[in-house]
T-cell receptor, first 111, second 115 residues
Framework: KQEVTQIPAALSVPEGENLVLNCSFTDSAIYNLQWFRQDPGKGLTSLLLIQSSQREQTSGRLNASLDKSSGRSTLYIAASQPGDSATYLCAVRHAGNMLTFGGGTRLMVKP | DTGVSQDPRHKITKRGQNVTFRCDPISEHNRLYWYRQTLGQGPEFLTYFQNEAQLEKSRLLSDRFSAERPKGSFSTLEIQRTEQGDSAMYLC?????????????FGNGTRLTVT
């Protein structure tokens, strides 16, 4: 059974800091990995999708990496802003075409 | 922007009542997923459809839960005889067919509170 873990569960940083969110998964037989952002009481917004054959994806200040063999992904956020405050979720797509999610990292960026 | 639409946004019901939620996926997407999310947790998979066929169901989906997608477009999720433990955010997502390559797009969810 695929299990996804995100560390840390919560993170508070001052504005302007670069930060790294971690995601690990137990079964490396994945199709892809997706990072999402979730604001309180809202649905999920897709940030980045990394296919199993790729090593990283970039979008603006966000960079996500994937090391499938070790079962790890990181989301790097450069020059963090208060508007980045949200919960960040990673999810792996695997057999059965379902996504298995981690528990999320709650990020607070203080002005 | 015609993203994934869910209705209602909020539902408060008394224990024992039946509730039904609706999801309208992105129009060209033929895969549709239902997830449940409780406070402070990541979403948990419930079921998914490809066109009108329900291809996968989680063990979380008890006999009181039923999902349909009759014409391969919108979907409904019904919960019968609701229990307080059913209180959660119910999320719908859609994607296009591919070998697992396309991203899932989520709606804003329906928040269910069972009193």
């Amino acid at each position: 059974k695929q299990e996804v873990t995100q560390i840390p569960a919560a993170l508070s940083v001052p504005e302007g800091e670069n930060l790294v969110l971690n995601c690990s998964f137990t079964d490396s037989a994945i199709y892809n990995l997706q990072w999402f952002r979730q604001d309180p009481g809202k649905g999920l917004t897709s940030l980045l999708l990394i296919q199993s054959s790729q090593r990283e994806q970039t979008s603006g200040r966000l960079n996500a990496s994937l090391d499938k063999s070790s079962g790890r992904s990181t989301l790097y956020i450069a020059a963090s802003q208060p508007g980045d405050s949200a919960t960040y979720l990673c999810a792996v797509r695997h057999a059965g075409n379902m996504l298995t999610f981690g528990g999320g990292t709650r990020l607070m960026v203080k002005p | 922007d015609t993203g994934v639409s869910q209705d209602p946004r909020h539902k408060i019901t008394k224990r024992g009542q039946n509730v039904t939620f609706r999801c309208d996926p992105i129009s060209e997407h033929n895969r549709l997923y239902w997830y449940r999310q409780t406070l402070g947790q990541g979403p948990e998979f419930l079921t998914y459809f490809q066109n009108e066929a329900q291809l996968e169901k989680s063990r979380l989906l008890s006999d009181r839960f039923s999902a349909e997608r009759p014409k391969g477009s919108f979907s409904t999720l019904e919960i019968q005889r609701t229990e307080q433990g059913d209180s959660a955010m119910y999320l719908c997502a859609s994607s296009s067919v591919g070998t697992g390559l396309s991203p899932l797009h989520f709606g804003n969810g329906t928040r269910l509170t069972v009193t």
